[in-house]
């Protein structure tokens, strides 16, 4: 007769449910779009949901998958407020776009 050992505590459990979403469409539209070194935090994050589920690792799973979201959430603020300072700085005239001093002489 055999007998099977009883699941150990801590150790990996089988998933119950469908695995969290890992917000990686968010993260790649993050880093292309608005900030790119928040963007691949998140990326990074996204990439370990699926990896950590198939362990029966549900807690970290769920873990990364809410700190991908975090970066890009994150990514998104930092790319908006960088643009809007771009356009103020740009509409103030402190910067300029392209333009080389022209002055005329007579």
Excluded: H, R
Excluded at 20 to 37: A, D, E, F, M
């Amino acid at each position: 007769m055999t007998e099977s050992a009883p699941p150990y505590p801590g150790g990996p459990q089988s998933p119950q449910g469908p695995p969290p979403s890992n917000n990686l469409v968010w993260g790649i539209l993050t880093t292309i779009l608005c900030c790119l070194p928040f963007g691949i935090v998140s990326i990074v994050q996204a990439a370990k949901v699926n990896g950590l589920w198939a362990q029966g690792q549900t807690a970290a799973a769920q873990e990364a998958a809410d700190s991908a979201k975090k970066w890009a959430i994150i990514a998104a603020v930092v790319g908006v407020i960088v643009i809007v300072l771009y356009v103020i700085l740009l509409v103030a005239g402190v910067m300029t776009l392209g333009t080389v001093g022209s002055t005329t002489s007579s």
